[in-house]
C-alpha cells in the first residue's frame, strides 16, 4: 500500500481479475513503452490505455472545454502563427500540441516528439564563445547539457535560479563544470521586487500569499545583464513572457537565440510568438515538442543569419533518434 493505494503485481492481476472487463492504463507517458511491453509479455494481449495524468491532474473536463473555448476565441490568430512558422515540422507540432490538448490522445504528443530539449539538431547549433543565460537553472541537470552540447566550450554561462534548495544541488553542478559560469539566486520577471514562492521542486514557481513557502527576489534581466548575449533558455513555470519583457532591451539589442517553454499557460505560445515578433520582426520561429506527454513545448527564436541551412542532412544521432521513436512509437488507446 502506498497512501492508501494498493499495489499490486501481474501475477495477482492474472489470478485475481477478470482481464475481458479489465482495462489497464498507463500514466507515465515518458516510460510508457517500457511499461506496456511488460505488461504484454506477463499478462498478456489486454486493452492498454494511456494518458498524461500530469495534464488531466484536475478536472479534465473542465480543462479540455478552456483549452477548446480559448482557442475557439483565437482561430485567427492560431491560423497566423501556423503560417509564419519556420518550417512544415513547427506547423505540424503545433498541430498535434493543440489536438493532443483537445483529445488527451497521447498519440499527437508522441507523433510530434523529437529528443534534445533545449538545443535541437534542425534548429539550433551553439559555437565555441556563446554568451548563455540560463533562466530557471533548477538543480543543474540543464546546465550540464549546456556543457555537454557545447564540448565545454563557451565564453560564459549565467544561471538564475531562487529556490532554496535547487541552489545547493546547482552550486555542486557548477563546481564540475568549466568556468566561467556566473550563479544568480533570483528569479527572472519584468520587474525589480520580492515575490511569494512556492516550493514544489522543479515546478517551483510564483505563488500567492496564501499559498507559498517563502519570500525571493525576483529581477529582470535587462537589470542584471550588461555584457551581450548569444543564447537565453527559459524554463520558469509560466513566468516566462513576463521574464522576455524584463529582458526587452537585452533582446533587442543582441537578438540572441532563444528557448522558451510555452507549454505552462494555455495563451503562451500565442502571446510569446507575438511579443517576440514585436521585439525582433527578423526572428525565426521554430516549434519542437520534447516529450511523450503534455509539457515540454518550446519555441526557438533564431535569426537568418543563425538559421540551419533548410534541405541539410540531419545529424546522425537525430536521425536514430527518430528511427527510434518510430520502431516504439504508434498511437496507444485500444488494446
Known amino acids: 500500500m502506498g497512501g492508501g493505494i494498493p499495489v499490486v503485481t501481474c501475477a495477482y492481476v492474472l489470478e485475481h481479475l477478470d482481464l475481458n472487463k479489465s482495462r489497464f492504463v498507463i500514466t507515465a507517458p515518458s516510460c510508457m513503452a517500457a511499461i506496456e511491453r511488460e505488461i504484454r509479455e506477463q499478462v498478456g494481449d489486454v486493452s492498454i490505455w494511456t494518458f498524461d495524468v500530469g495534464q488531466f491532474l484536475q ?3 473542465e480543462n479540455t472545454e478552456r483549452y477548446r473555448s480559448y482557442l475557439l476565441n483565437h482561430l485567427e490568430e492560431l491560423e497566423n502563427i501556423y503560417n509564419k512558422l519556420a518550417d512544415e515540422r513547427s506547423q505540424q507540432t503545433l498541430l498535434d ?6 483529445t488527451a490522445d497521447l498519440w499527437y504528443f508522441i507523433h510530434s516528439y523529437v529528443p534534445d530539449q533545449y538545443f535541437p539538431a534542425d534548429v539550433i547549433r551553439l559555437n565555441d564563445h ?40 546547482l552550486k555542486d553542478a557548477i563546481r564540475q563544470c568549466p568556468q566561467p559560469i556566473e550563479l544568480i539566486e533570483k528569479g527572472v520577471g519584468n520587474a525589480v521586487e520580492q515575490m511569494y514562492f512556492k516550493d514544489a521542486g522543479s515546478s517551483s514557481k510564483i505563488a500567492t500569499k496564501e499559498d507559498h513557502d517563502y519570500m525571493i527576489e525576483v529581477t529582470t534581466l535587462d537589470a542584471e545583464i550588461q555584457e551581450d548575449v548569444s543564447y537565453i533558455k527559459m524554463d520558469i513555470e509560466g513566468a516566462e513572457l513576463a521574464a522576455l519583457q524584463g529582458g526587452e532591451n537585452l533582446i533587442r539589442k543582441c537578438s540572441p537565440l532563444l528557448a522558451v517553454c510555452v507549454y505552462h499557460k494555455m495563451s503562451d505560445i500565442f502571446n510569446i510568438a507575438r511579443y517576440l515578433w514585436q521585439l525582433q520582426p527578423d526572428y525565426q520561429l521554430y516549434l519542437r515538442h520534447h516529450t ?5 513545448t518550446v519555441l526557438y527564436a533564431v535569426l537568418p543569419e543563425r ?3 533548410v534541405g541539410s542532412s540531419l545529424p546522425e544521432d537525430l536521425t536514430r533518434g527518430r528511427e527510434d521513436e518510430k520502431q516504439s512509437g504508434g498511437r496507444h488507446g485500444t488494446g
Open 59 to 61: 478536472d479534465p473536463m
Open 97 to 102: 500540441v493543440v489536438r493532443g490538448w483537445l
Open 130 to 169: 556563446e554568451t548563455i543565460v540560463e533562466c530557471g537553472s533548477n538543480n543543474g541537470d540543464t546546465l550540464k547539457d549546456i556543457v555537454q552540447v557545447t564540448g565545454g566550450h563557451f565564453h560564459k554561462i549565467i544561471c538564475f535560479e531562487p529556490n532554496i534548495d535547487c541552489i545547493r544541488q
Open 292 to 296: 511523450c506527454g503534455a509539457g515540454e
Open 307 to 309: 538559421s540551419i541551412e
